[in-house]
Every structure is written in C-alpha cells, then in structure tokens.
C-alpha cells in the first residue's frame, strides 16, 4: 500500500493536501474529510460508511500522526474521534467511496 510521503494543510483554500509515495498529490476539502468521520459516533454499527452533511463552514483545527498508519484529526466543531488511516484517506483521494478497515 502506497503511503503519504507529505502534509500541507491550506488554510485558505480549507483543504488537506496529501502527497503519496507513488506520485499523487490530492488536496481533500475538509467538509469532506468532516463528513467521512469513520469514527463510531459519526458512523454508527451499521455496515458501510456513509456521508454526513456538516456544512461548508467546518474547518481543520489540528492534525497529527496515529502510529505510522492513520491520522487524527480536529475539527473546528471540536470533534477528534475520527481516526483516517491511510488506505481510508487513499480511497477519498481516488474519489472512492472509503470502506470500513
Ligand atoms: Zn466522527
């Protein structure tokens, strides 16, 4: 599995740019990032994962590496429960919906 080789977090554009080993650089919106929560709050037990609509205005508070196969991120709604590993975050980038892990 290929794995991110750089961050960029762009404030104005409110976007998570992730640059892979392979090649690709994807900037992924935040709202869009909010809204994939995999996090059993925002998802729940059912199977799949589903979109949830958290409006445009959310932003990136903090993000930090989780072990050396996810990141944690915060978001300016205060929620930090979500961890996006990498393969998770692969699949938003190819615009996949991402699965379960
Ligand atoms: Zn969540």
């Known amino acids: 599995?290929?794995?991110?080789?750089d961050l960029a977090h762009h404030v104005r554009?409110?976007?998570l740019e992730i640059a892979w080993a392979d090649g690709l650089r994807v900037r992924l919106p935040v709202p869009l990032l909010r809204?994939?929560?995999p996090c059993a709050t925002c998802q729940g037990h059912a199977p799949g994962l589903r979109f949830h609509d958290h409006g445009d205005a959310i932003?990136?508070?903090h993000a930090e590496?989780?072990?050396a196969y996810a990141?944690?991120?915060r978001f300016s709604d205060g929620h930090d429960s979500g961890i996006f590993s990498w393969s998770f975050l692969r699949a938003l980038a190819e615009g996949r919906e991402p699965q379960r892990v």
């Open 1 to 5: 599995m290929t794995v991110p080789v």
């Open 13 to 15: 554009d409110n976007a």
């Open 35 to 37: 809204g994939w929560c």
């Open 59 to 61: 932003t990136l508070g």
């Open 65 to 67: 590496e989780v072990g």
């Open 71 to 73: 990141l944690g991120l």
